[in-house]
């Protein structure tokens, strides 16, 4: 094996670097250590390593993570082309993504596997292995049905989304109806190393509170009416694999506490049975709520809200990534013209425009149905802007309304403003059930 050239460690703790040490004198000529980032420069100017592995923290008692940022810009006004590496904990994930921002070449978490610390380390320090490698995870991104963009804020959600996707690390996705979080649990499922094994995606929203238990837990038979037979439910379809909770602001306080004490124990019991049934999952939940705000108002437990939010990521709105609204459209574009045997179409500058303009409260869920219609009716081989008659939602409250679907935006928007988002308020008011209610919220993106 072929050794690559110096490694310098910073780390303030001795055990650290005595054991990374140990490790990485197999594959580096020379490991250099030191407690403290200060001899840096003049060390820098002595010898000529091939990279630097960083940790986040240096002074005892602060945690903020701001001093490896200072020192990795010290570094890089120093030697602008020397690889680093930081050293992080999962409480300085953003920060270690921000310095990947800054010039970072990558970085891992404590506490790290020996075989991914000296793979990292190699890539970075080998220009020819970083490549090849880079180049096959464009090859693999390019097979996924992740659409992730241009925008500044999609390139760094996928910084951190390939980081955390192969830790066990239960994630929770937050962001606006249609902005596409079923699909990033998809992708963090089919990233880790459990995409050999199922993933179980549960609608929080559309689970009745009589079948609570058993949809997730399962029952066994007999244990109510209707119970012929023992039946697994949502938790153990997911063993091994990634189990993915959507909407989960919208479950019940009450019921709360029994999803948590299975994701506490790691087990669960089945409806009518006293048998522990031990569970081994990734927990990936979303919602579109504010789940701070719902812990304020003792509408969601933050004993549960800690337990989900190991790794936390937003899904920024598509009117806030207006650079991905044509490229994201065109693919649609493609896709409903192969499903639709129609010939290839485009838009023309004028339909871009409407489309780069309108504010897309339903996000990537309402352009995705703009586009299906578009492609139904055009006749031609470009697609004009008057295809798309776009309204936005303050237009259709504020106008009188002509069809039977801009009535029943305005019946249920004006309901949720005058119930306060109270879904259960809302579908007595309106006459109809919570589940029909939630269907059509998330039809027109409300």
Known sequence: MVKLGTIIVVDDNKGVLTAVQMLLKNYFEKVITLSSPITLPSILHEEKPSIILLDMNFTSGINTGNEGLYWLNEIKRLNP?????????????????????????????????????????????????????????????????????????????RILIEKVAITDANILITGENGTGKEMLAQEIHALSRRNKQPMVAVDMGAITDSLFESELFGHVKGSFTDAHADREGKFEAANNGSLFLDEIGNLPFYQQAKLLTAIQRRSIVRVGSNKEIPINIRLISATNKNLEEMVKKEEFREDLLYRINTIHVEIPPLR???????????????RFCKQYDKQPLLLNTAAKERLTQHPWYGN???????????????????????????????????????????????????????CKGNLSAVAAQLGITRQTLYNKMKKFGL
């Open 81 to 157: 082309q020397l690889p680093v590496v930081l050293f992080t904990a999962y409480a300085d994930i953003d920060l270690a993504v921000r310095g990947i921002k800054e010039g970072a070449s990558d970085f891992i978490v404590k506490p790290w596997d020996n075989q991914k610390l000296i793979e990292v380390l190699q890539n970075a320090a080998s220009p020819e292995k970083k490549n090849k490698k880079r180049d096959k995870k464009e090859e693999e991104l390019k097979t996924s049905s992740m659409y992730w963009g241009n925008s500044d804020a999609m390139k760094y959600l």
């Open 320 to 334: 806030n990534r207006k650079e991905d609204i044509v490229p994201l459209a065109e693919k649609f574009i493609e």
């Open 364 to 418: 990537i869920r309402e352009l995705e149905h703009a586009i299906e219609k578009a492609v139904i009716i055009s006749d031609d081989d470009v697609i004009p802007a008057e295809i798309f008659p776009l309204s936005t939602k303050t237009e259709i409250l504020e106008k009188d309304v002509s069809t039977l679907e801009e009535m029943e935006i305005k019946m249920i928007q004006k309901a949720l403003n005058s």
